[in-house]
């Protein structure tokens, strides 16, 4: 018997498939996943988005729940909710991580009981950078919508790696605007359909 991945719109398994398994991945998945990180690799123009494509991939197909997937899947939607909600650039992504490592024990966090509703396939099937980039955001809000029961713990920590940890180092000088507004950032793009404002 065929089954569609239970996580995203990328291809089909054999195999019996009772409940939700959120540990078995298609193998299409996995090939689709590596067909459109060549793709952003070889073109700068689509290279733009790649920090989003990593984050929506890497929250949709979670893996079984351990200390190391909590780790990954709280750094990921981080990284998913500033880009989406914060427009935090590819450097400042870079100083929530590292702020991250030193600020947050991220704990696993339940999955959505429904899978988001767009997947690696929509963001493939673009036909020019600008329309990766939309696909790719879209995909990317999709994912964040399902994760979405779990936002104020995403913005929790969010507040915490911007706001105070052991990292003693001030962000650098080009950054200071946008830190000084994403710390005491709340929830203000995501309207209650669940569009971005």
């Known amino acids: 018997m065929q089954h569609l991945c239970p996580h995203c719109d990328s291809g089909r398994v054999s ?101 988001a509703r767009l997947g690696v396939q929509h963001a493939l099937q673009a036909d020019s950078p600008e329309a990766h980039r939309e696909r790719v955001q879209a995909w990317a809000l999709s994912v964040w919508r399902a994760w979405h029961p779990h936002s104020e713990q995403v913005m929790s920590w969010t507040r915490r790696i911007l706001g105070h940890g052991r990292v003693s180092r001030s962000p650098p000088q080009q950054h200071a605007g946008w830190y000084a507004g994403a710390r005491n950032a709340v929830h203000p793009r995501l309207g209650e359909s669940g569009s971005l404002e």
């Open 15 to 115: 195999g019996d498939q009772t409940g939700r398994d959120y540990a078995y991945l298609a193998p299409s998945c996995r090939a689709d996943y590596r067909t459109l990180i060549e793709r952003e690799r070889s073109d700068l123009r689509y290279m733009r988005v790649h920090a989003l494509s990593v984050d929506a991939w890497a929250v949709q197909h979670p893996g079984p729940a351990s200390d190391e997937t909590a780790r990954a899947v709280g750094m990921h939607l981080v990284s998913l909710y500033a880009q989406l909600m914060l427009d935090a650039s590819h450097r400042e992504l870079k100083m929530i991580r590292r702020r991250a490592a030193d600020t947050i024990e991220f704990r696993w966090l339940p999955l959505p009981d429904t899978p």
